[in-house]
Each structure stands twice: as structure tokens, then as C-alpha cells.
């Protein structure tokens, strides 16, 4: 067979051989770890279509070179053409003695090579050999010196001892210092299928932390996190058993290949040397109770390191619910609003004890929200939200958090303090002299009221005579004004309810919380309209364009007078914060129609109201504040306008603030590009201005192939007190040829 080395015949015996070997290697694998004290674990590197994590290097100042190849193209055979080659270099004439390249490979930290097995070959002339060795302390070992040329893939198997901390495949000038080989003719050193197995002695360490960690009882899914260690092979699983059942596993990512049915690492190291994670632990699976808690890592070599075991306890089983559910004091209607509950608390048996409780009172105005329990046995200083009758439903929950409204004992509660309520109508059309209350009261009903006024200024209140309409739960109190009998001046009015539980209601307020206030003589009352009107358009809240001017226009009217003409009304203008402009008061005067208008200055952002301040004939009115929202102003440059992809385009501008204080960190601008296919703008990126408003920003367009015109603009990001809205510059259009 060693004559008969052609390619075809090559082809067909390496897999019959490799088959052979790597049976051969798993059994002798398997019975050397049941003999070694220390774990250990299996690598393939360069075939199986897996690479290699071997290091090359020379000693002969590029005599040599290298050539790698261990991953053919799916579909074509494992170990077609596959090799880690060491080479003299073509035109170097000789290489010194001693001299020599090598393929290494190391064995982790807190790792050692057992033995290895693979396949080797090479051409060598003149004086040139191929070594095959593992490296100890006392340095490189050769196994096999190979002087002469075999291009046959032949394996080779060496065990170590001690163990190895690399490997190396070196071709050598097997001369003295002071002689050299030639390299007429070229030498190389070969190897492939490189299976290692490497010692690892130090099992992996685990430590936890999280919910399943802490103190008192468990339920639902909670978490464990973990964090786990390894100084050899690396962390493949995390595992968490309940009770010695593993509940949970973990495998992570490693650099492995499966060979004949057997997990082997791809690279020296598989695995990382360093893990955190959690596992989500369902305590629904558990009985209620103790149990025992372990978590384990467990390394690429099979080795496990565990964490110290903890007791964890878990119910997830709400209580029965309370007994004898009784309100103190009885569950009559009462007058103060404080309630006490007391209750008896069923045996729970093994399962977790009560803890606390939770109560839930419904009934006419209660939110019916959750609340807490003061104790698990009783609950005081409870409130109701007003008059009326409520149901008070109280369950009990367990140290674990468990609880079921469904179990809930329930109570009524009564209670009734609350006045009846009232307030002052607006007079109606043609009668300014009646005053008007509404009165209601929804449990013990409305008994009598009284209805006074005095002067604005003070004085002693004069009662009017007054007087209840109307059915139960539509009453109303009506009383006159007898403005015939009183001087010019301002009064106020004040109505005076009793319900028939004695509680007591005084109001002086209409339905809006206005104070009623009358005039003599009476006034006709006025209303005033106003809005805003821009460049495009009007409204109660406008927005205008960077030093565009606006107006504020209306009309002043009256009941029964139609447009009051020749009134001077005041229009203030309120600046928003951040701006450096004074608040301002124009006086203008109503038209015949009485029709106004009144333009306003230039500026930031503001606030625009317009006061009527009424005379003796007409009450004062007003409209507004208006927003008046301007957008700010800014500008926008790109350079160059035309480059090409992966050049950087350069953007720069200035945001405008007059009249205004610049943000201290200044303005946020986003760059932005017209999306043709929605027509919408989309980001690039966001910048901000300096103190004097400039910015400059810059862009590289990556990705981008053929010819593209691309719109850029720049836009003003609002912010908290500029007083400028947000603003988008002119478009620029740039183009990116790819």
C-alpha cells in the first residue's frame, strides 16, 4: 500500500483510516479519563470542516513560509486538500542550523496535553527534518524526527508525561549553528486532523445570587442569577436542580464539532472562562414547603463546580378566607367617618401563615381600588368616601404573596355627614334681579335655606325673603333682588342650606366658583370674541413664521345692544419664558360694529389676551390668553454638493435668537433626508448649536451604489424655555455616486 500512494487511492483509504483512528482514539480516550485523577476533554482541529487555533512562526528571518488550509467548501470531502503546512521559502538559498518554522499549539491555562493524534507528512532535502513534539518546562521533546521525504498522510499518536503545555510541528535545519541546508530543492513539513486530549484538572466554580436567594417564602417563577467561572476548558452548562432533580439547564455557546457521534471542542479552549445568567425557576411545580436548592457549572471536559446548596421555601395557595367578619360599633348609618373590622383568621396548615390583608369597598362614589390591610386580623381608620352605603370585602394574604379576592368576607358600611350641596344659577334672560340656587341632598333631604346680601366692601347681610320649589331631588331656593331699594354699588350674596340631619351648606359661589356679585344699577352683560390672524390663516392658538407679524381681532357685544362701538378694550401681550422682550399693553377702540383689531409686534413665542374692563352700563369681559406660537429661524448649508460614496459630507448653519436667551447647553438641530418612497422625512443625525447659535455636524454616506440625489434639510428641535417653536431650514439637495 506505501507504493501505491496516487491521489484516487489516497482519497478512498483516508476515510476507512480516519474511521479506524478515531475509534481507536475514543476507546483508548475513554479508558485513559477513567484512569486519570483529572477531567478531561477532546479537540479536532484542521478537518472535519472545523479550523485551527494554532500559532506559526520562524527563527530564520523569512527563510520559511506558511500555507493553511482546514475548511473546504461544503459539499466536497472533509479532509479534500485540507492541510497546516510549514515551507522553505522559494529563492532563499540556504537556511542556518538549527534553524527552523513551526506550527504550535498551546494548551490553556489551567490545561495540559495528555496525548495527540494526527496526521502527518513531508518533503525534506538536505539536511532538513520534520520534528513532531510536545513542549514542557524543559523545553521543546521531540517524538518523531523525520529525514526523509514521505507524502503519504500517515497518522502519528503520542501520549505525554507529564503532560504537555503545547504542541508543535517544526521543520527543521537539523545541522550545527555553523552549517546550513540548502533550499534548492523545497522542504515542507505537513500536518492535518489534529485530535488532542488535554488534561483539566480544575473543576469550574458557581455562585448565585437573585430572587431564589432570598429570604421567606417563594411563588410563581422567579429567578436565579449566576455567575460562573472555569480556568481550563472553558463553561458548556449552568444547571439548577430542585430537590437533586435538575430543573433548568443552560448550555452555552462553545467552538465544538461532532465526530463519530462524539462532542469534541474546535479549539484548544472551547468555551468561555466566564458565564452570568439566570434561570426563571417555576415554583407552581413545587409543593408548598421546603426544598433544596443547587446550582452547578459544568465544563467542556464533564467537570462540575457547584455552589453551596440552599433551602428555599415556596406556597403558591392563596388562604382560605377570614371568619366572623364583624363592623365595631355595629353597622348602623353614622355620622363620623371611621370604621374598624375585625375578623378570625382560619389555620392555614403547613402552608406559608398569613401576613397581612387586603380590603376592597365599593358602593356609590368609591373608586373601589386594592388597599392594604392594617394587620391580618383587623382594620382600622377606615374611610368611606362619602355618604351612602358601601360594601366592605376584606381576603387575607399569605408570607409568599398569595391571596384570592374570591374567598373575601364582606360587611355594609353606612355613613352620612356630608351638607347638602348648592350653588348660585346665572340670572335668567330678562330677570338680572332673581337669584336662583339649586339645592340637593342625597340622603336625609333638604330642610330650609335663607338667602342674604351685603355690600361688596362689608357690612351686615340683609336677608331676603326666600323660598323652596320644586319636588324632592329637583328643589330649588329662589329669593329677589330688590335693586329698586339699593344705591349704586357691588353686593354679594350668600345662601344659607340646612338638610334635615342638621348639616349645614353656605355657599357664595356659582356653579363655575365665580363669587356672585351683583351690580346696581343692573348691567347688561357683555361678551367679547377674539382670536388670531397670521399670514395663513387664524385662530384661539396661531402659529407664525420667524419675524412674521400677527393680529388680534373681534368683536365687543352686549344682550339686547348688538356691537358696542367706541370702547377701548386693552390687548396685553405676555412673552413666553426665555425671551427678552417686556410684556406690552396696547389700548384700542372698538368700531360702530363694534369690530377691532389690533397688530401685534414682532417676536418670540407669547401669550395674547383682551380685557373689556365694562362701564356702569356693561360688565366687564374678556377672551383668551392665545397662543401665539412662532417657529424659529434656521439656516442650513451642505458641502460639497456632489461625492461619492464613503466621503463625508459636511453640514453647518446657525440657529436665530432675537429677542431671546439661548438654551444654556444650546439648541438640539436634527438633519434630516426626504424618503421618496413615503414622502417622508427621516433622521440622520442630531447636533447642537454653540453659545452664538452655530452648529456643524458631518456625515459619511456608506452604503449607497449608483447615482442618488438626496434632499437634506435641518430642523429646529423645540425646547424648554426658548421661546421659539420648532423650524425646518430650506432643502439642499446633494448627490452620492456609489
Known amino acids: 500500500m506505501e507504493k501505491t500512494t496516487g491521489r484516487s487511492r489516497l482519497a478512498l483509504a483516508l476515510p476507512l483510516t480516519l474511521a479506524v483512528s478515531l475509534i481507536l482514539g475514543g476507546l483508548l480516550g475513554l479508558l485513559r479519563t477513567a484512569e486519570a485523577e483529572a477531567a478531561r476533554y477532546t479537540v479536532s482541529e484542521c478537518g472535519w470542516y472545523v479550523g485551527h487555533d494554532a500559532g506559526w512562526a520562524e527563527t530564520a528571518s523569512s527563510k520559511f513560509v506558511r500555507s493553511a488550509f482546514c475548511q473546504p467548501p461544503s459539499g466536497t470531502g472533509a479532509f479534500d486538500g485540507v492541510h497546516l503546512t510549514s515551507q522553505t521559502r522559494s529563492g532563499s538559498n540556504s537556511v542556518g542550523g538549527t534553524k527552523f518554522a513551526r506550527w504550535r499549539w498551546s494548551a490553556p491555562a489551567g490545561t495540559s496535553i495528555a496525548n495527540v493524534h494526527g496526521h502527518r507528512w513531508q518533503t525534506v532535502h538536505d539536511g532538513f527534518e520534520h520534528r513532531l513534539g510536545g513542549v514542557t518546562a524543559a523545553g521543546f521533546s521531540p517524538f518523531l524526527k523525520l529525514a526523509s521525504t514521505d507524502t503519504a498522510r500517515r497518522d502519528f499518536r503520542q501520549s505525554f508525561s507529564p503532560p504537555a503545555t503545547a504542541f508543535e510541528s517544526r521543520l527543521l535545519c537539523a545541522r ?10 523545497g522542504s515542507t513539513a505537513g500536518v492535518r486532523a489534529l485530535v488532542f486530549t488535554l488534561d483539566d484538572p480544575q473543576p469550574p466554580t458557581a455562585s448565585i445570587g437573585g430572587e431564589l436567594t432570598g429570604a421567606g417564602w417563594l411563588r410563581g417563577t422567579r429567578s436565579l442569577a449566576f455567575t460562573n467561572r472555569d480556568q481550563g476548558s ?4 449552568a444547571e439548577t436542580a430542585v430537590d437533586g432533580m435538575v430543573r433548568l439547564r443552560t448550555e452555552h455557546a462553545c467552538s465544538k464539532v461532532n465526530v463519530g457521534g462524539q462532542t469534541r471542542g474546535s479549539r484548544m479552549r472551547p468555551c468561555a472562562t466566564a458565564v452570568t445568567g439566570s434561570h426563571a425557576l ?21 467537570a462540575t463546580g457547584c455552589a453551596p446548596e440552599r433551602t428555599i421555601q415556596t406556597d403558591n395557595n392563596p388562604p382560605a378566607g377570614p371568619r366572623d367578619l364583624t363592623v365595631t360599633g355595629g353597622d348602623g348609618w353614622r355620622r363620623d367617618n371611621e370604621f374598624e373590622l375585625t375578623w378570625t383568621v382560619p389555620d392555614q396548615g403547613p402552608a406559608a401563615p398569613v401576613s397581612s390583608s387586603r380590603l376592597r369597598i365599593t358602593g356609590t362614589g368609591a373608586d373601589g381600588a386594592v388597599r392594604a390591610g392594617s394587620s391580618p386580623r383587623s382594620a382600622s381608620g377606615l374611610t368611606v368616601p362619602g355618604p351612602g352605603e358601601y360594601r366592605a370585602r376584606v381576603w387575607l394574604v399569605d408570607a409568599a404573596g398569595n391571596e384570592r379576592e374570591e374567598s373575601a368576607a364582606g360587611a355594609t358600611l353606612r355613613f352620612d355627614d356630608v351638607p347638602p350641596t348648592a350653588y348660585f344659577l346665572e340670572p335668567p334672560d330678562g330677570r338680572p334681579e332673581l337669584l336662583r340656587i339649586p339645592v340637593a341632598d342625597a340622603h336625609s333631604g333638604v330642610a330650609s335655606g335663607q338667602v342674604a346680601i351685603r355690600p361688596e366692601g362689608g357690612g351686615e347681610w340683609r336677608e331676603l325673603p326666600a323660598g323652596l320649589t320644586g319636588e324632592p331631588g329637583d328643589r330649588q331656593l329662589t329669593a329677589r333682588l330688590p335693586s329698586e331699594e339699593l344705591g349704586p354699588g357691588v353686593w354679594v350674596a350668600r345662601a344659607r342650606i340646612l338638610d334635615r340631619a342638621g348639616n349645614e351648606t353656605v355657599t357664595t359661589r356659582r356653579g363655575n366658583g365665580s363669587a356672585v356679585k351683583v351690580r346696581t344699577p343692573l348691567k347688561a352683560e357683555s361678551e367679547l370674541r377674539a382670536r388670531l390672524v397670521g399670514p395663513r390663516g387664524g385662530g384661539t392658538s ?4 420667524y419675524r412674521q407679524r400677527a393680529r388680534v381681532v373681534g368683536r365687543l357685544t352686549a344682550r339686547g345692544h348688538g356691537g358696542l362701538g367706541g370702547q377701548a378694550l386693552r390687548v396685553t401681550e405676555l412673552p413666553r419664558p426665555g425671551s427678552r422682550q417686556q410684556p406690552l399693553v396696547h389700548a384700542v377702540r372698538t368700531a360702530a360694529d363694534g369690530r377691532f383689531a389690533a397688530g401685534l409686534r414682532r417676536g418670540a413665542g407669547r401669550r395674547v389676551s383682551v380685557e373689556y374692563p365694562g362701564t356702569e352700563r356693561f360688565s366687564r369681559a374678556s377672551a383668551g390668553p392665545f397662543e401665539l406660537r412662532v417657529g424659529g429661524g434656521i439656516t442650513f448649508k451642505a458641502s460639497p454638493h456632489r461625492l461619492r460614496t464613503g466621503r463625508r459630507a459636511r453640514f453647518r448653519g446657525r440657529v436665530a435668537a432675537a429677542l431671546a436667551r439661548r438654551p444654556a447647553r444650546g439648541s438640539l438641530v436634527a438633519i434630516q433626508y426626504l424618503e421618496r418612497r413615503t414622502g417622508r422625512w427621516r ?6 448649536t454653540g453659545r452664538k447659535g452655530r452648529y456643524r455636524a458631518g456625515y459619511r454616506f456608506r452604503y449607497i451604489t449608483g447615482r442618488a440625489r438626496i434632499k437634506l ?11 421659539y417653536a420648532s423650524a425646518a431650514s430650506r432643502k439642499v439637495t446633494i448627490v452620492v455616486r456609489g
Open 542 to 545: 396661531l402659529r407664525i413664521g
Open 713 to 723: 434639510r435641518a430642523v429646529l428641535l423645540p425646547a424648554a424655555g426658548f421661546p
Open 282 to 302: 417555576a415554583t407552581t411545580a413545587l409543593s408548598d414547603g421546603p426544598h433544596r436548592l443547587r446550582h452547578c457549572a459544568i465544563d467542556f471536559s464533564g
Open 234 to 237: 472553558g463553561l458548556r452548562f
Open 176 to 185: 550545527v549553528d555553523t552549517k546550513r541546508c540548502s533550499t534548492a530543492k
Open 683 to 688: 433622521p440622520v443625525l442630531v447636533t447642537r
